[in-house]
Every structure is written in C-alpha cells, then in structure tokens.
C-alpha cells in the first residue's frame, strides 16, 4: 500500500466499528453505537419555550431532564403522526465545559447494531459550497443499500442543548 492510499484511507479506518442504525422517511442513518446510551419508548414530552423548531421539549428520564429533538425536522424531513416504532434515541454528546449531555432523537424505527469497516465507508459527497454535511461522518455501502453515518455532535448545536439543560 502506498503511502497516499494510506493517508486517504485514515479517516475511514478511524470512522469503522459499530453504528445503531436507525430509520427517517425512506432513509436509513447510523450513529456510533459508544455514543448510545438506550432506546426508549416514545412518551409525552414537555414542550419549552422559545426553543427552535426541531427541539420537541425535554423528557424526565430516571430524574434526569433529557432535551429531545426531532430528528425529521432537523432535516427538513416531511413531519408525520407518531407510529408504533417511534422510539427516542438517547445519546451522550460532550458539552463545552467538558461535561456529558444527554439527547433525546426521535426516529421512525431502529434497525440494528451493524458493524462498518473502513473499506465501505466513502466521504460525503460534494454538493458544492451551498450545502452544509458537515454533520456526516461519511456514507456506508451496506448489503440493504447506503447508510448515512452521523456526526451527532454535530447534528445538533451544544449551546442550545446547554440552554435546554438550564431550563
């Protein structure tokens, strides 16, 4: 292997290992499975005031309030009625002072625990200046079809979720 492949192929080899993966609309998405904390039904959630539009509210979660976002209108994804599969997604992302904040991600399903190596994981693609991916990890060739691999921490802004928490 020359020594350009290999620097190409570090961040693959750095982005594979084992990815929840999860439903939104028609498309299927992954998130690091170190990152989960558990899977949760979906239940009432509080609204909070003067919160964008993705942020659902917070949820009490064993006596810790745990912000929830929507994941479909983060993406700009079409809203739709709950379904029996929903289900919320606790993650832990780092805060900006070094402490663990919880997230709650409302999905439409869960699918698995899948095991990605480095050779199927291909960058973002480029969709020119205007889009930002910032918040994909990279895209993974799989046997059911391209799984769009997410930067959590990066899916979501810490601030607002540190605002959340003060609430």
């Known amino acids: 292997m020359s020594l350009t492949t290999a620097i190409a192929d570090a961040p693959a ?3 594979a290992g084992k990815y929840l993966t999860f439903r939104l609309a028609q498309e299927s998405y992954g998130v690091d499975v170190l990152k989960v904390r558990e899977i949760i039904r979906l239940q009432n959630i ?3 005031p003067r919160t964008p539009d993705y942020v659902k509210g917070v949820i ?3 006596g810790k309030i745990v912000p929830v976002i929507d994941l479909r209108k983060k993406f700009d994804l079409e ?3 709950s379904a029996d599969l929903n289900c919320i997604v ?3 992302v780092p805060g900006s002072s070094g402490s663990i904040i919880l997230l709650g991600l409302i999905v439409d399903a869960v699918e698995e625990v899948a095991n990605i190596n480095a ?3 291909e960058p973002p693609p480029d969709f ?3 889009l930002d ?3 994909i990890l990279g895209m993974a060739k799989t046997k059911a079809g391209v799984k769009t691999l997410l930067n959590i921490e990066k899916v979501i802004a810490v601030q607002v979720l540190e605002n959340l928490e003060k609430a």
């Open 13 to 15: 080899t750095k982005m």
């Open 46 to 48: 509080t609204p909070v």
């Open 60 to 62: 009490n979660l064993r």
């Open 79 to 81: 809203v739709i009625e």
């Open 90 to 92: 606790v993650v832990q």
């Open 119 to 121: 050779t199927d994981i």
């Open 128 to 130: 020119g200046t205007q």
């Open 133 to 135: 991916t910032e918040f």
